[in-house]
């Protein structure tokens, strides 16, 4: 989940259509998951074809992404690339974590209790090759641009945004703030009403837009010492110092200037310390990519879609039918500016 920031910050609440004539540059992997997650029955299993396939994260890219588009919303999609070594103990965390819910899943499946197994299997959730074999395709057939990293996809989005070529970067996680993006946009792809887990109660969840440069003003911090605040209260790289969460870190920060003095200070040890700043500070990035939006192509969006993974003709012709009526209004716009 990267480092959490939320307990420090207020973020501005944007509707989807707020977004209108921008490109925003998403982490690919956080959002699929998003979707692999949260698409599932209601006794938790993903959805399938008649052939056992997964198709969940399919059905949110094309519901989530015509929306975007139907609104002016211009994504590009980033994946990650090579994991860096030092994020190798996080990535096995997370596998174990997976392992003990499937366990929990089972024994929930057991005892009839369909809520909680359908929170665990969420847990579960992985994304596997074919995931992103079909993601690619599904995107390339509705015209959304898509690249893969060197490494972090956060870290290239956050990259492309702080160039101009993008508006902002969409994620969940506010790690796209330590690598320098201008605006993060969170909520982009899991806006509308959302049951709290175990609760009969409903959130309204919808987009987010943090300005890292006041997210600094009222922190009143550089972007270097937010990035040694986050290596204190941990990060993917790194598990942090026990007993430090993002508000005793501020304060450890602004007391001692930066992390390096903190740590001097307070005889704290973070092994590969220069090597994890450098990660956020400095991350690898490329400039090999080329953003256009092309017409969504119907005919290989059927073909993948319907006669591929089984869905049904009328549901992807109405999506293709938003996407062109926004793309027919922004032509027409366009042609009025010009006269």
Known sequence: MGFDLSGLIVAERRGIP???????????????????????MPDGKPLMDSRGRVVSHLSGILQRTTNLLANGVQPVFVFDGVPHPLKMETLIARKERKVKAEAEYKEALAAGDMERA???????????????????????????????????????????????????????????????????????????????????????????????????????????QLVGLAVL???????????????KGLKLIKEHGDVRSVIE??????????????????????????????APDEERLKALLCNGYEFSESRVESSIRKMAKYRDAASQKSLEDFF
Do not use: C
């Open 18 to 40: 707020d977004l209108a004539g921008k490109a925003i540059a998403i982490d690919a992997y956080n959002t699929i998951y998003q979707f692999l997650s949260s698409v599932r």
């Open 118 to 224: 359908r929170s665990k299997a969420m847990q579960t959730t992985r994304i596997t090759d074919d995931v992103i074999l079909s993601s690619r395709e599904l995107l390339s057939a509705l015209g959304i641009p898509y690249l893969t990293a060197p490494s972090e996809g956060e870290a290239q989005a956050s990259y492309m945004a702080a160039k101009g070529d993008v508006w902002g970067a969409g994620s969940q996680d506010f790690d796209s703030l330590l690598f320098g993006a201008p605006r993060l946009v969170r909520n982009m792809t899991i806006s509308g009403r959302r049951k709290l887990p175990r609760q009969q109660r409903y959130v309204d969840v919808v987009p987010e837009v943090i300005h890292l440069d006041v997210v600094l003003n009222e922190l009143d911090i550089d972007r270097e």
């Open 233 to 247: 209260a941990g990060t993917d790289f790194n598990p942090g110092i026990k007993g430090i969460g993002p508000k």
């Open 265 to 294: 200070a307070k005889e704290y040890e973070i092994p590969d310390l220069d090597e994890i700043l450098g990660l956020f500070l400095e991350p690898e990035v490329t400039d090999d990519y080329k953003l256009d939006w092309p």
